[in-house]
Structure formats: C-alpha cells, structure tokens
Nanobody, 122 residues
Framework: VQLQASGGGLVQAGGSLRLSCAAS????????TNWFRQAPGKEREFVAG????????EYSDSVKGRFTISRDNAKNTVYLQMNSLKPGDTAVYYC????????????????WGKGTQVTVSS
C-alpha cells in the first residue's frame, strides 16, 4: 500500500483545513486508514482512524468533536476534516494503513505516507 498525504497549510486559530490521504496498491480497499501527528520534540500520536468500510471509526480525545474522518473508496482517498483548529494542533500529519481496523500504535504500522505540515497561528 502506498499513501500520500496532502492538504496541510497555515491557518489561524478557529479555522479549518481538510487533509487528504490518497492510497494505491492491490489491497488498498481492505485496509484501515489512520491519521497521526507529530509536533516538534513530541512523540507521534494517533489522531483518528477509519476501517476500510467506515464501520469502525476512532478519534483521540484531543480532537473528538472537532475533527471528522471519512473515506471515499471510489477515489481510494481518506479525508480528515479539521475544524476549530488550535495552536496545539500544529504538527506534521501522517496517514498510515493498518489491516481492517484502526490502530493507535505507530510501531504496529508498516505503511506510511509522507507527512503534511499543519500550522495553526494564535
């Protein structure tokens, strides 16, 4: 599975961004897609994940109610709609694939896309 994240940028606090994760590969539609983020000096943390069919969705407590993950299997793309952004959301965001259901542990995942920078100014 090959993944490519895009859509990052600079936004003011309270604003919105939508990230996209485009996937390719033979078994892409059987994989769950997860979003992680990593701020400078911090560990990579789970943000949100969706199973291949959208039946199982998980969010970290820090983004629940503000971020929404969705997928369009016809386009092999997963989206992360980020609303009410805060300076604490500033990080490099990565998408990663896991078999069937979301996985919150970065070390368990083998397939990662290059990150996209999200910067939220106060």
């Amino acid at each position: 599975v090959q993944l490519q994240a895009s859509g990052g940028g600079l936004v003011q606090a309270g604003g919105s961004l939508r990230l996209s994760c485009a996937a390719s590969g033979e078994t892409v539609n059987t994989y769950a897609t997860n979003w992680f983020r990593q701020a400078p000096g911090k560990e990579r943390e789970f943000v949100a994940g969706t199973s291949w069919n959208g039946r199982y969705i998980e969010y970290s407590d820090s983004v629940k109610g503000r971020f929404t993950i969705s997928r369009d299997n016809a386009k092999n793309t997963v989206y992360l709609q980020m609303n009410s952004l805060k300076p604490g959301d500033t990080a490099v965001y990565y998408c990663a694939a896991s078999p069937r259901v979301p996985n919150r542990t970065p070390g368990d995942l083998d397939y990662w896309g290059k990150g996209t920078q999200v910067t939220v100014s106060s």
